[in-house]
């Protein structure tokens, strides 16, 4: 088991950037990926991105264009720079980490939460 952090959470206006941060508590396998998913109230925990150790991504289709997922194996931490930011982009975020071959479970960070609005 990875105890995940993320930080980077605020709130911004629409148009704005925002860069999310997720740290490891040790080194994650290669085989697994590290991703973020996002959450409002009264809704399901929703995909954003996904990224594998050797960069691979894949995106949700509300966000690719807008958001890039980055990943930095030697300090264990994974970013989520979000662009473009639109009020419906507002939810709690978290980060997520198990084996690629799995489709849920594995870890998960306390979230953190990103609010755009004027």
């Known amino acids: 088991q990875v105890q995940l952090v993320e930080s980077g959470g605020g709130l911004v206006q629409p148009g704005g950037s925002l860069r999310l941060s997720c740290v490891a508590s040790?080194?994650?396998?290669?085989?697994?990926?590290m991703a973020w998913y996002r959450q409002t109230p009264g809704k399901q925990r929703e995909f954003v991105a996904q990224?594998?150790?050797?960069?691979?991504?894949k995106y949700a289709d509300s966000v690719r264009g807008r958001f890039t997922i980055s990943r930095d194996n030697a300090k264990n931490t994974v970013y989520l720079q979000m662009e473009s930011l639109k009020p419906e982009d507002t939810a709690v975020y978290y980060c997520?980490?198990?084996?690629?071959?799995?489709?849920?479970?594995?870890?998960w960070g306390q979230g953190t939460q990103v609010t755009v609005s004027s």
């Open positions: 997520n980490s198990r084996p690629a071959w799995t489709a849920g479970g594995g870890d």
């Open positions: 040790r080194t994650v396998a290669s085989s697994y990926l």
């Open positions: 990224i594998l150790s050797g960069g691979m991504s």
